[in-house]
């Protein structure tokens, strides 16, 4: 079955970058989401990129994939202590089959 | 509404006992989806609603857990017979037809069960 792998935490300095990374195995995955989620709160959809990209920037978040290794990054640039959230991989074939998450990325930023 | 709504916001319920979440979508979203998210784990498909289509009920744990949704509108998921494994947070997501660009997901039923 589908799987997502993403490291379980990391901790960087305000104001450096952070780069969170994720790994799957659904080769049939079309789309590739990042979601964070604060204290207390649901997800929040970050970004995303089609499997037909390989790098998508927006403001401070740029996305990553390599799709022969099916390997996904976020990396955040000038990081905030207001990024220190849970962030989540996640992919879907698309076409409403279900969206398979990663056990999410713990940052925690360091003021 | 301006977002994914649910309800409780949290729930303590003693063992044994049935609870219901319930989960509002966004209006005019056709897919609502249901996952529980363990402590520290990631999220879990439990079943998810495409308008009036037979829900695909592939995650649910067990025969405890069932959901409903009429049409395009509220969700209710019940746990019938409470285990403290079923502790956990119960997330709802709704999306529009035709749009892949993720879910809006709730804030989340917190479920304790003692």
């Known amino acids: 079955g589908e799987d997502v792998e993403q490291s379980l935490f990391l901790s960087v300095r305000e104001g450096d970058s952070s780069v969170i990374n994720c790994t799957y195995t659904?080769?049939?995955?079309?789309?590739l989401y990042w979601y964070k989620q604060e204290p207390g709160a649901g997800l929040q959809l970050l970004t995303y990129?089609?499997?037909?990209?390989d790098m998508k920037q927006d403001q401070r978040l740029t996305v990553l994939l390599n799709k022969k290794d099916k390997h996904l990054s976020l990396r955040i640039a000038d990081t905030q202590t207001g990024d220190s959230a849970i962030y989540f991989c996640?992919?879907?074939?698309?076409?409403?089959?279900?969206?398979?998450f990663g056990i999410g990325t713990k940052l925690q930023v360091i003021p | 509404g301006a977002g994914v709504s649910q309800s409780p916001s949290n729930k303590v319920t003693e063992k044994g006992k049935d609870v219901e979440l319930r989960c509002d979508p966004i209006s005019g979203h056709t897919a609502l989806y249901w996952y529980r998210q363990r402590l520290g784990q990631g999220l879990e498909f439990l079943i998810y609603?495409?308008?009036?289509?037979?829900?695909?009920k592939s995650g649910l744990p067990s025969d405890r857990f069932s959901a409903e949704r009429t049409g395009e509108s509220v969700s209710t998921l019940t746990i019938q017979r409470t285990q403290q494994e079923d502790s956990a947070v119960y997330l709802c997501a709704s999306i529009l037809k035709g749009s892949d660009y993720g879910y809006t997901f709730g804030s989340g039923t917190r479920l304790t069960v003692v």
């Open positions: 659904d080769s049939s995955s079309t789309y």
């Open positions: 996640a992919e879907t074939a698309g076409g409403y089959q279900k969206v398979t």
């Open positions: 609603f495409q308008g009036n289509s037979a829900p695909d």
């Open positions: 990129i089609f499997s037909n990209m």
